[in-house]
């Protein structure tokens, strides 16, 4: 079902919505509603207020802290100038693009193996790749350090395109199943009767009419990616090969004098890029979140 | 050749195997692997840079005896019973006030689900700012409207410390529940509604028997991945008190890091995150049947 048609359904629900008075309205919807968006979005105001704010005003206690007196870029010329932060942007942006893109061709061949080759043991396959989405990777971290120290992996990028997959690929073969399910199996039929191979009914036939399955499974896994902490933190020790979140905690943060200035600058900067990709493709990002949920 | 990929083209069995092995060899190596050896570790004395000696279950006896790892335990169970139970009720209720009719509903919803998409590293940094013992606004706000007279070391007691990576995890969990329920929600007909109504239900009547019957196995599906990925939870810990003050918030999760990696005792801190394979099995199984039992009561196939 599409989220389009969901909520429009939802529209529906409030048939008798007319029998309810406005003051009631309010106490029970508009005024809840309104807390919890207060309370969900503030961290990020305080977060865009600290980043342009002047050191001095930080600290005082006089001032107002809601409000800004006089607006400064010297957090971001830092961030940007003095230290390996564009660097972090770089390896992060790498990293997430190339596993997930590895991740989807993956995903893409198991997914249609497991949901239409139908070959023997599919079934218990498709379990075991549920299974593995929920191993969590604070149990995996420890043997994936030896592995990729013996492998020779430690401290590259490398370490962290070839481990992210780990939970990428059965999160985005467990919701392309989904969608390859809902393609009608008489469109492969009547392609496999005038002669097409698989290869030409998955890439001609299958994966147009999945791509808003594609975009979902792309945009969560890219998300999922550029948010990583622990095998980032674990497996890169150099400055130069390190994430936004891991640079930010572990390099930003020097003795006991906390910059909030910069600090709050590289916050904000590093959730921008996602932020943004999740503002442009909304509904794609919810059918994967919800998608991979409900099945 | 040709007449080899013509066969190969025919048997499913064959072209299944094929397509299933990038996939498959990814998640053997760096997932299956990784599992057996984690547990194989658990079981030895490795430290970083020497392979172990199997040592039996030393490590799991010496965890026992040791007052912090049995504190991490308590914090993990607390930090995971609490911040679950908060994250459901508070994302019911957000469900519940985004099913309802309501101007720019996309965009709020939308809005909503913000705090889930940022990187949760650098929201904590954004919470570590606001529970500061000097500045935090918090404190600032609380102290002008005359409630307090000292600002609130947020970070530095250890129940006020507990209690805050919970809110801090709450935040960020409320929207991901919230969302998923809201798609639940949507499915139930609104013609159940009209019917209970015309039976003269009350609204609690038709939540307690229409909605929530009808939402409980989306419920328990959402609930163990919350529940799983609050047990195992890592960087919020990590970024706002690396397990202070007195290890009050030291996981299970953050303790194995602390002792693995800082620490070097690969197979204590192994030891501890195979401790933690068994509660998450126990989660798994629980919504597993739950769900089973209800829908043999909805008269659904066993």
Redesign the interface.
């Known amino acids: ?1 599409s ?1 389009a048609a ?2 429009e ?9 007319y029998l309810e008075s406005l003051p009631r309205r309010w106490v029970t ?1 508009y005024i ?2 309104g807390v ?2 207060f ?3 503030f ?2 105001y ?2 865009a207020m ?1 980043a342009f704010k002047p050191n001095e005003e ?2 005082s ?1 006089a001032a107002n ?2 409000w800004i007196e006089s607006p400064t870029l010297a957090h971001f010329h830092k961030l940007l100038f003095q230290t390996a932060y564009p660097q972090w942007m770089w390896n992060t942006i790498l990293v997430s693009v190339v596993s997930t893109i590895a991740s989807i ?3 893409v ?2 997914a ?3 949901e239409r ?4 043991g ?1 079934k218990p ?1 498709g379990l075991a ?1 549920f299974l ?1 989405y ?14 990729v120290f013996n492998l020779g992996l430690f401290d590259t990028r490398w370490a962290l395109i ?2 992210y ?2 939970f990428l ?2 999160f985005c ?1 467990w919701l392309l199943m989904g969608y390859f399910r809902s393609i009608p199996f008489e469109l492969e039929e009547c392609a496999l009767i005038d002669g097409a ?2 290869w030409q009914i998955l890439t001609k036939i299958v994966l147009p009419l999945a791509v808003p399955g594609l975009i979902s499974a792309g945009i969560f896994a890219f ?1 999922l990616s ?2 990583e ?2 095998y980032a ?2 497996f890169i020790s150099s400055s130069e090969v390190k994430t ?3 640079g ?2 572990t390099e930003l943060v020097e003795g006991d004098v ?1 910059h ?1 200035g910069s ?2 600058a ?2 904000l900067l ?2 921008l890029p ?2 943004i990709l ?2 442009f493709f ?1 509904e794609h ?2 059918a994967g ?2 998608g991979a ?2 099945e | 050749m040709n007449a080899f990929l013509e066969r190969l ?1 025919n048997n ?2 064959a ?3 094929l ?6 060899a ?2 053997l ?3 299956t ?3 057996a ?2 547990t194989w ?1 658990g079981f030895t004395d ?1 430290k970083i840079g020497r392979p172990g000696q199997w040592v039996g279950l030393e490590n799991f006896a010496f965890l026992f005896g040791d007052s912090v790892a049995r504190l991490s335990l308590f914090n993990t169970i607390f930090y995971t019973a609490v911040a679950s139970v908060l994250k459901f009720a ?1 994302g019911l ?2 469900a519940l ?6 101007p720019f ?2 965009f ?8 889930f ?7 904590a ?3 570590w ?2 529970y ?1 013992a ?2 935090s ?1 918090l404190s ?1 706000t609380l102290q002008r409207l005359g409630l307090i007279d000292r600002y609130i070391d947020f970070l530095g007691d250890p129940w006020l410390a507990r209690g805050s990576v919970i809110a801090a995890n709450v ?1 960020r969990g ?3 529940v919230a ?2 329920l809201l ?6 007909s ?1 013609s159940l ?2 019917a209970a ?1 015309l039976d003269g239900a009350s609204d609690w009547q038709k939540f307690r028997h229409v909605t929530l019957p009808l939402l409980t196995p ?1 419920i328990a ?2 609930m163990t ?1 919350s529940v ?2 609050t ?5 919020l810990i ?2 706002l008190t690396r397990g202070g003050p007195l290890n009050a918030t030291h996981l299970m ?1 953050t303790l ?2 602390q002792r ?2 800082p620490g070097g005792s ?1 197979g204590e ?2 030891a501890l ?2 401790a ?2 068994p509660f ?1 099995l126990a989660a ?1 199984l629980f919504s597993y049947f739950g769900l089973q039992r209800r829908a043999w009561q909805q008269g659904g196939k066993d």
Not at chain 2, 97 to 102: F, K, S, V
Not at chain 2, 117 to 123: G, N
Request: charged share 5%.
């Open positions: 079902m989220a969901g909520a359904k939802a529209t529906d629900t409030q048939g008798m919505g919807l809840p509603l919890f968006l309370v969900l979005l961290p990020f305080w977060m600290t930080l600290v206690r802290p809601f061709v993956a995903s061949l198991a249609y193996a497991i080759l139908r070959f023997r599919s396959t790749i593995a929920l191993v969590p990777p604070s149990i995996l971290f420890i043997p994936l350090a030896t592995i070839l481990t997959p780990t690929v059965p073969t191979s698989r998300t550029w948010n902490f622990i933190l674990t936004v979140p891991v930010v905690v906390y909030w600090l709050m590289g916050a590093g959730s996602v932020a999740y503002s909304v990002y919810v979140m919800t949920v409900k | 083209q499913r069995n072209l299944g195997l397509f299933m092995l990038p996939a498959g990814l998640l190596v760096f997932l692997y990784p599992l050896l984690g570790l490795a508070l209720w957000l006030l985004l099913n309802r009719h309501l509903k996309a709020i919803r939308a809005i909503v689900l913000l705090p998409i940022v990187p949760t590293a650098l929201s940094i954004a919470f700012w606001l500061d000097q500045f606004v600032w935040w409320v929207p991901f969302i998923c798609a639940g929600l949507q499915t139930i609104p509604y009209e109504a989306i599906v959402v991945f799983l990925f047990f195992t939870d890592f960087q990590y970024v999760a194995s890091f693995a990696i690969l801190g192994a995150a195979t933690m394979v998450l798994i």
